[in-house]
């Protein structure tokens, strides 16, 4: 499967942003997919992940309350949902796929990457 993810730009905190994610070229179903993110300070981040059968695998402690995984199958996209945004989420956000099934907070799960969409929140 190919990933496309899009959706990020400025946003004042406070303020909310949707990621998509549109994947191609295999059975979108088949796969977890998960939201990462990077910062030149951080390592890559889980942000939260999701099977195809709507189970949550897991939401990083930082974002809980205010991010949201979604997945549309008949799109073959996953979404994440941004709300009440704050400077320090400002990174680069990643979606990929784990074919395993397991769908943890380890990067290194994921095979499958799209390209990064930045996310900046400014003060």
């Known amino acids: 499967v190919q990933l496309q993810a899009s959706g990020g730009g400025v946003v004042q905190a406070g303020g909310s942003l949707r990621l998509s994610c549109v994947g191609s070229g295999d059975t979108f179903s088949d796969y977890v997919m998960g939201w990462f993110r990077h910062t030149s300070e951080k390592e890559r981040e889980g942000v939260s992940a999701?099977?195809?059968?709507?189970?949550?695998?897991f939401t990083a402690d930082s974002v809980k309350g205010r991010f949201t995984i979604s997945r549309d199958m008949a799109k073959n996209t996953v979404y994440l949902q941004m709300n009440s945004l704050k400077p320090e989420d400002t990174a680069v956000y990643y979606c990929a796929a784990d074919p395993t099934g397991y769908g943890s907070s380890w990067s290194g799960q994921y095979p499958i990457w799209g390209q990064g969409t930045l996310v900046t929140v400014s003060s």
């Open positions: 999701l099977s195809s059968d709507g189970r949550n695998h």
